[in-house]
């Protein structure tokens, strides 16, 4: 079988899950879960043993087919069919990996994470289990969609089904009221911001793909590649305010990877998006859809090389959305939305690297993250799954009761916070490597003051969650997934996190991501020859000359992050966040620097503004109209109603005079039609 053939069969197996579980298996809880675990596994060990040792042996394919009949008309695009294609590269390989391998573990969490149990200790299947596994197939196979495309067209296809399902799984329970907390949303209000947030990047995606459709006459990736290449094609021969089309195009083709991986101004969708499932946040923020836009600029990467204008304004955002999604981490005490910024922020780490000229370094660190950010987001869950509670500062003395999650969880940190040797400590060195070649000293001071901000606010996270004493009141925290409000004396920690071991479904995952948490970056460290960024870029990869200060600074700059949230949160019982003391700062940082709010001030005086010249125009053009055709018969009638008397005598003197007015014209009529 052909490298393209196998690429199908993995983009097949999750929907024949959808399929078959929406119209066979729906009714069958469990037969609905088994199938969906079954067939994303299949395709996850396709990727691993068939896909990715071929591409590393050197071996590349695609597969195209005719979809649409087109007539160019004159000067337009020259294709006589529009055309749909799947291509495996080395690009495709290892995105491949992390979609099926992150979403097999994060379904085999799920199978256990969407059960309840009673008041009696008897399992409940959610409402929606089999609707849930259903999605999150429906999910795996939009973005395979996305990284299996090898056109731009067949690219948004799977682009605009992941945000569908990012919209139905972040919405999945539509029937739950809001959390108590700022800024908490409900559910299907959460899933309409994500939606209605990431398309106003998609319409500029859209734009940039018309763009390049009317200048470059295709959607080819590898006949667009060509193009720049060789500086054929309108792409660079016309211009518009200054600038090559191209430029425009990247703008809009980057607009939509903006939406969709929550970049600055269209990041406030993201931390909201916690309002789903704890597997959604895993896999949105690890492997799917967060992952999508970072993937389109790279897969898009040459177009970006041929202009520097358009790199630079990915650096630029990139750069300045890491520190600033790592600030707003600092005064979250939800756990999951710390989670959540920090995604945001390493996402900026990644456009900034692709922004200073690296597809290595992005696509790399893109890489280790999937991998350990979906640890943190599945052991956050099973804390949240024990406990019933989001608010880090209702927790605390959970490391003896919860071990597993502990160890498996401070790993993922240590990695997230890029200490040695962990698998974040490698991918951050190249991203701070690239910003200090590429990027200039002001995004790269962004980048090394992001290291300890990332480093403080997760272990603040950590430390409040797992040690000093239990600070949660547990009448206060009667939500779904008790199991007893009975306390452990020893630490006060409910007794029911005692059961962690028996549940490896939920566990079983989390030590198997933290393998890859540990290892992966060794594949692109010097230890590894960067094994990576040669397979990914080949011959074209160009060493980064390695920085030992800078690797260094952030080493050092991780650790007093670490040791500054020890001594806040670790160390001492926590009573009053210490935070606080900085006021008015503490209060910017809490209310996400009021960009929501001057969002909904700004549609809401645009909404009645717009609504305004509307109503004008609807009050006197279109009811104007209207009423003006209906004064026109109101006047008609009354005119006609006086001759509606109800005497036979009037009746008969207008018919004997509209007989004789017809007898006249009959007579003289053709008398005057007869003369000259």
């Not at 690797?551 to 019982?573: D, N, P, Q």
């Not at 055709?629 to 207008?654: D, K, P, S």
Request: some cysteine.
């Amino acid at each position: 079988m052909t490298l393209a053939g196998t690429g199908l069969i993995i983009l097949g197996l999750p929907l024949l899950s959808f399929i078959d579980i929406v119209f066979v298996t729906r009714r069958n809880k469990v037969l609905s879960a088994m199938l969906s675990i079954a067939c994303v596994g299949i395709a996850a060990l396709l990727a691993l043993l068939v896909v990715l040792p071929q591409v590393m042996g050197g071996a590349t394919d695609h597969y195209e087919w005719n979809w649409l009949r087109l007539q160019p008309g004159d000067g337009g695009p020259t294709e006589t069919y529009l055309r749909l294609g799947v291509g495996v590269d080395p690009l495709a390989a290892i995105m491949l990996v992390v979609v099926t391998v992150v979403s097999f573990l994060v379904q085999v969490y799920s199978r256990s994470y969407m059960i309840e149990h009673d008041e009696h200790g008897h399992l409940e299947y959610d409402p929606g289990y089999s609707r849930f596994f259903a999605y999150l197939s429906l999910f795996t196979f939009s973005m395979l969609a996305v990284v299996l495309a090898n056109n731009l067209l067949f690219f948004f296809i799977g682009w605009e089904l992941v945000g569908l399902c990012s919209y139905l799984l972040i919405g999945f329970w539509y029937d739950r009221e809001e959390r108590r907390g700022v800024h908490l949303l409900p559910p299907w209000v959460a899933a309409k911001k994500a939606f209605l947030t990431t398309r106003v990047g998609d319409v500029g995606f859209l734009i940039g793909l018309i763009i390049l459709w009317n200048r470059g006459g295709t959607l080819q990736l590898s006949e667009l590649f060509d193009q720049v290449e060789h500086h054929t094609g309108n792409l660079f021969n016309a211009s518009l305010l200054g600038q090559p089309v191209l430029f425009w195009a990247c703008l809009c083709v980057f607009a939509g990877a903006v939406g969709k991986s929550g970049q600055f101004p269209l990041h406030v969708w993201l931390p909201d998006a916690m309002e789903g499932p704890t597997p959604v946040s895993a896999l949105i923020h690890a492997a799917t859809m967060v992952a999508a836009g970072v993937y389109l600029v790279a897969r898009t990467f040459p177009l970006f090389e041929a202009s520097p204008a358009a790199l630079t304004v990915v650096a630029i955002i990139g750069g300045f959305t890491a520190i600033f999604a790592a600030s707003m981490g600092l005064a979250s005490n939800d756990i999951k939305r710390v989670l959540a910024y920090s995604t945001v922020s390493q996402l900026g780490y990644m456009m900034l690297a692709l922004g200073a000229g690296s597809l290595s370094a992005g696509m790399f660190h893109l890489f280790t993250h999937a991998f350990f950010k979906a640890l943190l987001f599945l052991a956050a869950g099973h804390v949240i799954h024990t406990l019933g509670t989001n608010d880090i500062t209702e927790m605390g003395g959970l490391r003896k009761r919860l071990p597993w999650t502990w160890a498996t969880m401070g790993l993922a940190a240590l990695s997230l916070s890029g200490i040695p040797p962990l698998s974040g400590f490698w991918s951050k060195d190249e991203v701070l490597a690239a910003a200090a070649t590429g990027a200039g000293p002001i995004l790269l001071a962004f980048a090394v003051i992001t290291v300890f901000l990332t480093a403080f606010y997760t272990f603040r996270m950590f430390f409040l969650t797992f040690h000093g004493s239990f600070r949660g009141i547990p009448e206060a925290a009667e939500l779904e997934h008790r199991h007893s409000t009975m306390l452990d004396a020893e630490s006060h920690v409910p007794a029911h996190t005692q059961t962690e071991h028996t549940d490896w479904w939920m566990v079983g995952p989390l030590v198997v991501l933290s393998i890859p948490a540990v290892l992966v970056g060794f594949w692109g460290s010097p230890v590894g020859n960067y094994g990576f960024q040669r397979f990914l870029e080949g011959a074209q990869y160009q060493d980064i000359q390695a920085n030992l200060p800078l690797a260094i600074v952030g080493t050092v700059l991780g650790l007093a992050g670490i040791v500054t949230a020890w001594l806040m949160y670790g160390a001492r019982a926590f009573v009053r966040e210490p935070l606080l003391r900085l006021g008015g700062a503490y209060t910017l940082l809490a209310r996400r620097y009021y960009v929501d709010e001057f969002y909904m001030r700004l549609i809401d005086v645009l909404a009645i503004g717009i609504a305004a010249v509307l109503a004008i125009f609807d009050r006197q053009l279109l009811d104007g109209f209207v009423n003006g055709v209906a004064e026109a018969f109101r006047t008609a009638g009354r005119a006609l109603r006086g001759i509606q008397t109800g005497r036979v005598q009037n009746y008969g003197l207008v018919l004997f005079a509209g007989l004789a007015v017809i007898a006249i014209v009959l007579v003289i009529g053709p008398g005057l039609a007869a003369r000259p």
